[in-house]
C-alpha cells in the first residue's frame, strides 16, 4: 500500500511542480525587469536594493500552493487512499490537515513531497493515537441495530483471542454480544471459537468448514437483530488487512 501510495503522491507532486515552475519564472522575469529599470532610472538606497534582491531571490527558491493547485495534488493522493480501503472519515481529515498547512504557505522548492509526507504522517498518527471508547460508541448505536466488529489480519496474529478478550470486556459492562464464526476455512478454527464462547457463556453462529463467510456474518446480525444483541463479533479467515 505505502509504495503504491509513494509513487501516487510522487507523479502528482511533479506534475504540478511543472506547471508551478513555468509560472513561477514567467513571473520572476517580470519583477527582475521592473527592477533594473528602477535601478537605472532611479538612485535607490542600499538598503531598499537589497530588500528587493532579497524579494527576487524568495521567489526564485519558494513557490506558493494556491487551493486549485492545492486540490489536484491531492486527488491522486485520495484516488491511491481509495483504492486502498481507507475510510472516507480518514481521508477529510488528512485533506483538511494538508490543506490548512500546505495552501498559501511559502514552500521551498523541492520540498513539496517532503512536507505533504510529514502532515500526513503527523495526521495519521493524531487519527491511530487518538483515544476509542468502545464501550461509549456501542450505546450510542442506533436503537435495535447491533454494533457489528469484524476482525482481519494474518493467521497468528491473534483475531481470535482478541475476540474473546472483547467479549469479556462486554461481558463485564452487561453487554450482550454474540460471536460468527467466519473463518471457515482455516482447520480447527471454528473449534476454537466455539470454546470460548462456551467458557465466555456468549451464542456462537456458524456453518460448516467451506460454507461461505459473509452467510455466517450475516445469519449473526440476523440474530443479534431478532434478540435484540447488542454487538457482533465476526472472526474473519487469515489475510492482509487491505484485502477485505
Not at 494474518?154 to 474473546?164: E, L, M, P, Q, Y
Request: hydrophobic residues 40%; glycine residues 4%; proline residues 1%.
Amino acid at each position: 500500500m505505502f509504495k503504491f501510495l509513494k509513487e501516487k503522491l510522487k507523479n502528482a507532486v511533479s506534475a504540478i511542480k511543472k506547471n508551478l515552475t513555468k509560472s513561477k519564472e514567467k513571473e520572476v522575469e517580470k519583477e527582475v525587469e521592473a527592477v533594473e529599470k528602477k535601478v537605472e532610472k532611479s538612485k535607490i538606497k542600499e538598503e531598499k536594493k537589497q530588500g528587493l534582491i532579497a524579494k527576487i531571490k524568495e521567489k526564485l527558491t519558494t513557490f506558493t500552493l494556491n487551493e486549485a493547485e492545492f486540490e489536484k495534488v491531492f486527488w491522486e493522493l485520495e484516488r491511491a487512499l481509495l483504492e486502498n480501503n481507507v475510510a472516507m472519515a480518514t481521508i477529510e481529515k488528512i485533506h483538511d490537515n494538508l490543506k490548512e498547512q500546505l495552501v498559501s504557505k511559502s514552500i521551498k522548492k523541492g520540498k513539496l513531497e517532503q512536507e505533504i509526507k510529514e502532515i500526513l504522517k503527523q495526521t495519521l498518527e493524531q487519527i491511530l493515537l487518538e483515544p476509542f471508547n468502545l464501550i461509549k460508541k456501542i450505546k450510542e448505536r442506533k436503537e435495535r441495530e447491533p454494533f457489528v466488529m469484524a476482525f482481519f489480519g494474518i493467521n497468528g496474529s491473534g483475531k481470535t483471542t482478541t475476540i474473546a478478550k472483547i467479549a469479556y470486556l462486554l461481558k463485564k459492562n452487561e453487554i450482550g454480544c454474540v460471536l460468527a464464526a467466519s473463518d471457515t476455512f482455516r482447520a480447527a478454527s471454528i473449534e476454537q471459537l466455539q470454546e470460548h464462547a462456551d467458557k465466555l457463556k456468549v451464542e456462537l453462529i456458524k456453518h460448516k468448514y467451506g460454507a461461505d463467510p459473509a452467510a455466517v456474518a450475516f445469519d449473526a446480525i440476523a440474530h443479534a437483530k431478532a434478540r435484540n444483541i447488542e454487538v457482533v463479533l465476526i472472526d474473519t479467515a487469515g489475510r492482509m488487512q487491505s484485502n477485505v
